[in-house]
């Protein structure tokens, strides 16, 4: 009987048509936060529908709401695509959800290559969605083919919801999502996401933890336009001034959050999840090296781990409106926004963190004394998500990985945001597992964003087996 063995030797011989994929897929440029880009998500929806297609999966896009643009004008959201593959009453159901969208990228970032064409580097797939999501989207299809090209029964149906705009909040997706709680969502029994990544280089891991965020807009208005600052310098307040004063604000040099009221929020960690951390096998020097940082806020290893993925974070990510090119400009900007984010972990609300965060801008405001017009806006707010790791979904993973790289996988959590994974937990009240491919050093959201085509050909046989394994459950 054909098995694993036939399934991954096939996966190798289709390494070259699986980065081919790959390369399509990263060639187009799927960015959700930019509203002239909206055009490219739904040709990247499009797309991946198609070759779901292939498949024989029955594929519906979901039609999504509108997104407010900050000038007040109203654009469409990009559909979610819902895809059925199976639909064998005797077998149960596995959701698998990724995002088609991906970050902006442009070359003058400090990419080495262009970030939308997928290039192959010493075994490294280099380009913006290579790792974050587009090739586990990938490798779920590849898995998927392979077992149908070996005429393999696949032993439990599949439902995919795949969306574009996950790295803008996943706008609209909750509220698609609760709408098909009894109708797309009755009959599944595990969820599975591929969206993040291992906790080192040669170690799989399974993920079962993940913050949430909460993203904030500052916006301080000086006047109707820029002036010049020679010929208006000293005789207006700086606005880039006040909101770089009230940035500076917001943490301790160490990273400690200054806002009152969300260290109280934070549910207390246990022994036990203490004495899982120690355990974890996690080098603070390769870690370090990885990302050419001489200092971390912590040398401790469970702290380093704690602050990645049990307390919560604050980042200041921008500033819109300011001058930001190469040479002098001089120039006092009318208007700028700020933009920083909070991670969140269990026991805070985003509701009650926008609270502390609104009083606490304001408060500054009031002691700053400028005349100029300051306003805050939340963006986004999603939760943090906790699954139970020993449930036999997470077995079922386990297995996978040890069939493929023969080895018991670390059990992790992951300091970024799935808006959805606790949506998909609650809504069909089972267990949700991430399942991640790709390795720590892969630099999704940065430059050079890459997958190794081992991760990637790999993490391929590790979703072949995977399905395998759930037929057993
Ligand atoms: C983990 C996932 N691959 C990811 O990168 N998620 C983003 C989600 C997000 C939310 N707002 C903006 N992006 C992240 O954690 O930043
Ligand atoms: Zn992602
Ligand atoms: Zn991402």
Same mark, same amino acid.
């Given at each position: 009987?054909?098995?694993?063995?036939?399934?991954?030797s096939?996966?190798?011989?289709?390494?070259?048509p699986?980065?081919?994929?790959?390369?399509?897929?990263?060639?187009?440029?799927?960015?959700?936060?930019?509203?002239? +880009?909206?055009?490219?998500?739904?040709?990247?929806?499009?797309?991946?529908? /198609?070759?779901? %297609?292939?498949?024989g999966t029955?594929?519906?896009? @979901?039609?999504?709401g509108?997104?407010?643009?900050q000038?007040?004008? %109203?654009?469409?959201?990009?559909?979610?695509?819902?895809g059925?593959?199976?639909?064998? /009453?005797?077998k149960?159901?596995l959701?698998?959800?990724?995002?088609?969208?991906?970050q902006? +990228?442009?070359k003058?970032? !400090?990419?080495?290559?262009?970030?939308?064409?997928?290039i192959?580097?010493?075994?490294?797939?280099?380009?913006?969605?290579?790792?974050?999501?587009?090739g586990?989207?990938? =490798?779920?299809?590849?898995?998927?083919?392979?077992?149908?090209e070996?005429k393999m029964?696949?032993? @439990?149906?599949?439902?995919?919801?795949?969306?574009?705009?996950?790295?803008?909040?996943?706008?609209?997706?909750?509220e698609i999502?609760?709408?098909?709680?009894? $109708?797309?969502?009755?009959?599944?029994d595990?969820?599975?996401?591929?969206?993040?990544?291992?906790?080192?280089?040669t170690?799989?891991?399974?993920?079962? !933890?993940?913050?949430g965020?909460?993203?904030?807009?500052v916006?301080?208005?000086?006047c109707?336009?820029?002036?010049?600052?020679?010929?208006?310098?000293?005789?207006?307040?700086?606005?880039?001034?006040?909101?770089?004063?009230?940035?500076?604000?917001?943490?301790?040099?160490? !990273?400690?959050?200054?806002i009152?009221?969300? /260290?109280?929020m934070? =549910? *207390?960690?246990?022994d036990?999840?203490r +004495?899982?951390?120690?355990?974890?096998?996690?080098?603070?020097?390769?870690?370090?090296?990885?990302?050419?940082?001489?200092?971390?806020?912590?040398?401790?290893?469970?702290?380093?781990?704690?602050?990645?993925w049990?307390? *919560?974070?604050? $980042?200041v990510?921008?500033?819109?409106g300011a001058?930001?090119?190469?040479?002098?400009?001089?120039?006092?900007? &009318?208007?700028v926004?700020?933009?920083? $984010?909070?991670?969140?972990?269990?026991?805070?609300?985003?509701e009650?963190?926008?609270?502390?965060?609104?009083?606490?801008?304001?408060?500054?405001?009031?002691?700053?004394?400028s *005349?100029?017009?300051?306003s805050?806006?939340p963006?986004?707010g999603s939760?943090?998500w906790v =699954?139970d790791?020993?449930?036999?979904?997470?077995?079922?993973?386990?297995?996978?990985?040890?069939?493929?790289?023969?080895?018991?996988?670390?059990?992790?959590?992951?300091?970024?945001s799935?808006?959805?994974?606790?949506?998909?937990?609650?809504?069909?009240?089972?267990?949700?597992?991430?399942l991640?491919?790709?390795? &720590?050093?892969?630099?999704?959201?940065?430059?050079?964003?890459?997958?190794?085509?081992?991760?990637?050909?790999? !993490?391929?046989k590790?979703?072949?087996?995977?399905?395998m394994?759930l037929?057993?459950?």
């Amino acid at each position: 009987m054909t098995g694993y063995d036939e399934c991954a030797s096939l996966i190798e011989k289709k390494k070259i048509p699986f980065i081919e994929r790959l390369r399509h897929a990263v060639e187009i440029k799927s960015v959700s936060n930019d509203p002239a +880009a909206r055009k490219e998500v739904c040709r990247m929806i499009d797309w991946t529908q /198609k070759e779901l %297609e292939k498949l024989g999966t029955k594929c519906e896009q @979901i039609k999504n709401g509108k997104q407010k643009l900050q000038n007040g004008e %109203e654009i469409d959201l990009p559909p979610v695509l819902f895809g059925t593959l199976g639909n064998d /009453k005797s077998k149960k159901t596995l959701l698998v959800y990724g995002h088609l969208d991906v970050q902006p +990228a442009d070359k003058s970032d !400090g990419w080495n290559t262009d970030p939308f064409k997928l290039i192959e580097i010493d075994g490294k797939l280099y380009g913006r969605g290579s790792t974050d999501d587009k090739g586990p989207v990938m =490798a779920w299809i590849n898995a998927i083919e392979v077992m149908q090209e070996l005429k393999m029964d696949i032993p @439990i149906n599949i439902k995919f919801v795949l969306e574009g705009m996950e790295e803008s909040g996943s706008e609209g997706l909750d509220e698609i999502l609760m709408k098909h709680k009894d $109708s797309f969502l009755s009959d599944v029994d595990f969820t599975c996401i591929s969206d993040n990544y291992w906790l080192g280089k040669t170690k799989p891991c399974i993920t079962y !933890g993940l913050r949430g965020i909460c993203y904030y807009c500052v916006e301080v208005k000086v006047c109707k336009q820029d002036l010049h600052s020679g010929v208006f310098g000293g005789t207006v307040h700086d606005g880039m001034s006040d909101l770089c004063w009230i940035l500076s604000q917001l943490t301790e040099v160490d !990273g400690t959050i200054k806002i009152n009221g969300l /260290k109280e929020m934070v =549910a *207390p960690v246990t022994d036990e999840e203490r +004495a899982l951390y120690e355990k974890i096998d996690f080098d603070i020097n390769e870690y370090k090296n990885d990302i050419k940082v001489e200092k971390l806020t912590t040398e401790d290893k469970v702290k380093v781990l704690m602050n990645r993925w049990r307390f *919560p974070s604050l $980042s200041v990510h921008g500033v819109e409106g300011a001058f930001s090119g190469p040479g002098a400009k001089t120039v006092i900007p &009318c208007k700028v926004k700020g933009k920083f $984010s909070i991670r969140i972990v269990e026991g805070m609300e985003p509701e009650a963190v926008d609270k502390c965060v609104t009083d606490h801008l304001n408060n500054l405001w009031s002691q700053r004394k400028s *005349p100029n017009h300051f306003s805050v806006h939340p963006l986004q707010g999603s939760l943090a998500w906790v =699954a139970d790791y020993n449930h036999p979904h997470y077995q079922a993973g386990a297995a996978a990985i040890r069939k493929v790289y023969g080895v018991e996988p670390d059990y992790t959590r992951e300091g970024c945001s799935i808006p959805v994974t606790l949506t998909f937990q609650e809504l069909t009240q089972k267990n949700v597992m991430l399942l991640p491919i790709g390795a &720590c050093d892969d630099m999704a959201h940065s430059q050079n964003e890459k997958i190794n085509v081992s991760n990637y050909i790999e !993490g391929t046989k590790v979703l072949a087996a995977y399905l395998m394994e759930l037929g057993k459950l």
